[in-house]
């Protein structure tokens, strides 16, 4: 099966031939410094890396090695072209649901170089480029049962190896649930049959300008050992770590009744 658009070129050595490319980011490394990428410069990504993300994430764990991931890669075919325009516009239709549910523009969101303030024109410029993202992966998942709540095992873990094998080779990506607010329109388009889900949507590309690092609370929050609340003895950031005040307050993090399904809440961490 080919790559939409994205032959190789005559005299180009077949696929079949070439190993993977090379990592140069340690897997350790990558796995705690990979980042949602959401800027993406205007150039495509050749086959060889997609090959190489793509081989990545469908070597994922699934349950029973069922394997019932499925990806729809979109670059630059007349479908990827609509299909980047959809998702275009669902994901300027979430944004700006966010922007005023989460207060973006209130208190620190007016401080122009407060992290909810780059937060916000990151996201906006996101949402304003998105049906220009050099790729658009759209993971799926067959089902073989009836949907439960843990069936999403069987497909992230394989979008995460896709982010982390696109950090290897100096792409990035973001995962978004977009979607979901087009996905009558994008099955139409694509053929995606009844019963197989659409779990998230993914871009990626060759990042524009220089991301921070993850930040991420201390370990000690988030490791227990023993029992609930226990910090682990062993649970003591790496020398350099920071920026671990990140997230939401504090006191969100003690176990209560969930959110509404559907409720994104990874950037309420930049409150006011
Ligand atoms: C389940 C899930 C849903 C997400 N949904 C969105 C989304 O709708 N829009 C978006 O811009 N980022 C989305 N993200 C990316 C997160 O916002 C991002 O990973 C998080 O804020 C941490 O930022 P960092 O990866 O740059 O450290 C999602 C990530 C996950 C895992």
């Known amino acids: 099966m080919s790559t939409e658009g994205q032959a190789s070129p005559p005299g180009a050595t077949p696929l079949a031939e070439t190993p993977l490319p090379d990592d140069v ?14 800027r993406y410069r205007d150039e ?13 994430a469908t ?17 630059d075919g007349p479908k990827a072209a609509a299909a980047k325009q959809l998702l275009a ?20 969101g007016t401080v122009a170089n407060s992290p909810k303030a780059r937060m916000a024109r990151s996201m906006q410029r996101y949402v304003d480029r998105l049906d220009r993202a050099p790729v658009l992966v ?10 439960s709540p843990t069936e999403g095992a069987s497909i992230y873990p394989a979008c995460q190896n896709l982010l ?27 053929g995606i049959p009844e019963g197989v889900a659409m779990a998230c949507t993914i871009t990626l590309g060759r990042p524009e300008g220089r991301h921070g690092p993850v930040r991420r609370r201390p370990l000690d929050e988030l490791v227990f050992e023993e029992s609930w609340g226990q910090p682990a003895r062993f649970a003591v950031d790496p020398p350099g770590t920071r ?13 209560k009744p969930p959110l509404p399904a559907g409720a994104h809440t990874a950037e309420r961490k930049r409150e006011s």
């Open 25 to 38: 980011v340690g897997l350790l490394e990558g796995m705690s410094t990979t980042r949602a990428i959401r």
């Open 44 to 56: 495509p990504v050749p086959p060889e890396a997609l090959r190489a993300m793509l081989f990545a």
């Open 59 to 75: 070597r994922a764990p699934s349950g029973s090695n069922r394997q019932p991931f499925r990806f729809v890669v979109l670059t």
């Open 89 to 108: 516009e669902a994901g300027r239709r979430v944004w700006s649901a966010k922007k005023v549910r989460d207060r973006y523009g209130e208190g620190s």
């Open 138 to 147: 759209l993971p799926c998942l067959v089902r073989y049962r009836e949907p």
């Open 164 to 190: 982390l094998a696109a950090r290897a080779l100096g792409y990035g990506g973001v995962m978004t649930g977009f979607q979901a607010l087009v996905e009558d329109h994008l099955r139409a388009l694509l």
């Open 243 to 255: 920026h671990t005040s990140a997230g939401p307050p504090r006191s969100a993090g003690a176990a």
